[in-house]
């Protein structure tokens, strides 16, 4: 079946800090990755996303590129913010099936 | 921009007692997704519409839920009876048409079975 998975949180990190959260995938065929993100108090909002290998998803200074040969989409940011504390989700879809989630694994930034 | 709305924003309730949650996707958005997302893990899917119709509810347990989009506009998903086990956040999710498209979260119903 389709799964994700993703390392274990929390991860605690200091202001400028580089942040690399791992994710692996099982699908079938070629799906879309997406990396979703949960603020404090808020719903999921879309992060990045690519939809074919080799493809790079970039958003608010974070990346992710699609890696078919590893089945991997880790999130990275050169220098994260107190702003970026929250959730992370990496998801996907096969095609014309809803989003599979992973775990989420909970960053936290300190000044 | 425009938003989903969900309702209540938190609901208690004892086992056994019914309870309904409600959400209106973004205007124009054809598909709808209902989610549970339970402390510590990521969301899983219950139910999804494509208009009024339901379109995949094979991990909705259809002994005690069920969920409703009888216009092919707002939602309605409902626990009766409510088992402590159901204690979880509640996501609604639309997007413009199929599986694939970006999502769109509400902010989800917190709910606590006592």
């Known amino acids: 079946g389709n799964s994700v998975t993703q390392m274990e949180g929390p991860v605690t990190l200091s202001e400028e800090a580089f942040l690399t959260i791992n994710c692996t995938y099982t699908?079938?065929?070629?799906?879309?990755l997406f990396w979703y993100v949960q603020y404090p108090g808020e719903g999921l909002q879309l992060l990045l996303k690519a939809t074919k290998a080799d493809d790079k998803g970039s958003n608010k200074g974070f990346e992710a590129t699609y890696r078919k040969e590893t089945t991997s989409f880790h999130l990275e940011k050169g220098s994260v913010q107190v702003s970026d504390s929250a959730v992370y989700f990496c998801?996907?879809?096969?095609?014309?099936?809803?989003?599979?989630f992973g775990k989420g694994t909970r960053l936290s930034v300190i000044a | 921009e425009a938003e989903v709305a969900q309702s209540p924003r938190y609901k208690i309730t004892e086992k056994s007692q019914a309870v309904a949650f409600w959400c209106d996707p973004i205007?124009?958005?054809?598909?709808l997704y209902w989610y549970r997302q339970i402390l510590g893990q990521g969301p899983e899917l219950l139910v999804q519409?494509?208009?009024?119709?339901?379109?995949?509810d094979s991990q909705l347990p259809k002994d005690r839920f069920s969920a409703e989009r009888l216009k092919g506009v707002d939602s309605t998903l409902k626990i009766q009876p409510a088992e402590l086990g159901d204690s979880a956040m509640y996501l609604c999710a639309s997007s413009e048409q199929g599986a694939g498209e970006k999502l769109f979260f509400g902010s989800g119903t917190q709910l606590s079975v006592l």
């Open positions: 998801a996907l879809t096969p095609g014309n099936t809803p989003l599979v």
């Open positions: 519409f494509q208009d009024e119709s339901v379109v995949d």
């Open positions: 205007s124009g958005h054809a598909t």
């Open positions: 699908a079938t065929g070629y799906p879309s």
